[in-house]
């Protein structure tokens, strides 16, 4: 059996690693079809997990060893919350009773890349094993050497979001050279892990980038400090890790593994850059995190009220239970056709769409930006009667809107979300369906069936402020029509047309953006 095989084999899919190929290439989940297809076994039950056999004399490098403590971690940690203390309190004992060399590497790979009460009690137990004299391969030393990154890299594309982070670790005279690929149309999420060999770092670099580009993708290198990189990298891993905490898949495929999975090497990742310098601080936006700072205040005003007594009182809201997702076998899905209607605008400023029930929100969140004009450059949320998604954010209380679809948060015709672009200028939109079509095949969806007015510019201060604007434009006299004009980037106030609308150019943006 390989060091960091569990023996089972996932039907339908090669997963083997191929000499000259990296060590390990794992690729992001398949979205669930719902969730409640995946019936976590419960802490009792986790014996079934242990290891059965470590082969040390195959083994040269720590590393190996700690890849099968990764496993056993990302599997359990996918079962629940109560697995640290089933590690603790089962786990360790269980290895320590063994009292075998296996035993006592494995512990230690579990102290390397764990952190808290499960490092602290398997570092113990391997301490004990080890004044026991429990024999121990000569490279498990290896793992109390400090961690150190070199040639750190990053591909960004020409709007500045990371494709591809690099990095050559080393520890102890032992080198591996690691690729986390980012899905940048998926919040900056960790798409794929990669861990290759050291020769194999410049041939794989210089190969990805040049596929890349023959693909058409304009894409250049960068260098990270060391600190900025372990950033980078936390911040994809910690957006994947979001994501999956809504895929009930994750356990299911980390038990079908032949090898280490997305978690267990996200886990190792983990533990190499823990040792690297602290990220420097985040140097404040003018944009973005102006508008956080908006939403936070806003997301504290929603969760207190004021008390009979006096003052303010938390208020604890739960969100309804999210219905699950489309079945693959009960078909295509149904048409939706919404009405997006501006609040606060006068006259109304709106889109009629045509749009596939199961679009997932972060992908609406993407027609509704063609359809207004907008250039994507603001944060944004659905409110839903199932909470609020967008980019996901803990502070702010928004879950992962690429894993949730329209259908799930407005199950039929009449139902009503709100969405808001841009927490500054504050743009509130009502998003109805008003009616559920059968598909037509003759129609490429979606499409702009309706509409009126032309939408806002960007940063013109919310709809009182597009209301000013829009005066202004239309009185030469002003002392302000000018600037206006220029901001703008106009020549006469005819060029600005708040009454146009072209339903057929905005369902051309769309089916460009399909």
Request: aromatic share 6%; hydrophobic share 40%.
């Amino acid at each position: 059996m390989s060091p960091v095989s569990r023996g089972r084999r996932r039907k339908g899919k090669n997963r083997s690693v191929r000499a000259g190929a990296p060590l390990a290439v794992v690729r992001a989940p398949v979205e669930c079809d719902c969730p409640h297809c995946a019936a976590a076994p419960l802490p009792g039950q986790i014996e079934d997990l242990l290891p059965q056999a470590v082969d040390l004399e195959s083994m040269h490098d720590p590393t190996e060893v700690e890849i099968v403590a990764s496993m056993l971690l990302a599997t359990g940690a996918a079962m629940g919350d109560g697995f640290d203390a089933a590690m603790v309190d089962l786990f360790v004992p269980a290895f320590e009773a063994k009292a075998t060399p296996e035993a006592r590497a494995v512990l230690a790979a579990i102290a390397s890349v764990a952190d808290g009460a499960v490092a602290q009690a398997a570092a113990e137990a391997a301490r004990r094993l080890a004044d026991a004299d429990v024999n121990a391969p000569p490279w498990l030393a290896d793992l109390d050497a400090p961690v150190t990154v070199h040639d750190c890299r990053r591909l960004v594309n020409p709007w500045g979001e990371t494709c591809l982070l690099a990095g050559r670790f080393q520890r102890a005279g032992r080198s591996h050279a690691v690729f986390v690929t980012v899905d940048s149309e998926d919040c900056g999420a960790a798409a794929h892990i990669l861990l290759f060999d050291p020769d194999q770092w410049d041939e794989a670099r210089e190969g990805l980038l040049a596929d890349m580009r023959a693909e058409g993708a304009d894409v250049t290198e960068k260098k990270l400090r060391p600190g900025d990189f372990r950033r980078a990298v936390e911040d994809a891993l910690d957006v994947r890790a979001e994501h999956d905490d809504d895929n009930p898949e994750v356990l299911e495929e980390l038990l079908d593994e032949d090898g280490p999975g997305f978690q267990a090497l996200a886990l190792l990742l983990r533990s190499w850059i823990r040792s690297l310098p602290e990220p420097r601080p985040r140097k404040r936006g003018p944009l973005h995190d102006a508008e956080r700072d908006v939403a936070s205040i806003f997301a504290l005003l929603d969760r207190i009220e004021p008390s009979p007594r006096g003052g303010l009182v938390p208020v604890q809201r739960r969100p309804a239970s999210l219905p699950p997702k489309r079945k693959k076998a009960a078909g295509p899905a149904p048409i939706y056709q919404i009405k997006v209607g501006l609040r606060g605008a006068r006259p109304p400023i709106w889109r009629r769409l045509e749009v596939p029930a199961d679009v997932t929100l972060a992908r609406l969140h993407e027609m509704i930006q063609v359809a207004f004009g907008w250039q994507d450059s603001h944060l944004h949320v659905f409110e839903t009667p199932y909470g609020s998604f967008g980019h996901p954010d803990a502070d702010l209380g928004h879950r992962a809107g690429s894993r949730v679809t329209l259908e799930q948060v407005a199950p039929g015709a009449g139902d009503k979300v709100r969405y808001t672009y841009d927490f500054g200028d504050n743009w509130e939109h009502d998003i109805l369906v008003e009616k559920v079509l059968d598909r037509d095949g003759a129609v490429a969806y979606p499409r702009c069936v309706g509409g009126r007015r032309a939408a806002p510019p960007e940063d013109c201060g919310g709809v009182w402020g597009y209301a000013e604007l829009v005066e202004i434009l239309g009185d030469p006299t002003h002392p302000e029509h000018q600037d206006r004009l220029d901001w703008l980037g106009l020549d006469k106030p005819s060029d600005f047309d708040p009454a146009r609308f072209d339903a057929k150019a905005v369902t051309a943006a769309l089916q460009q953006r399909r």
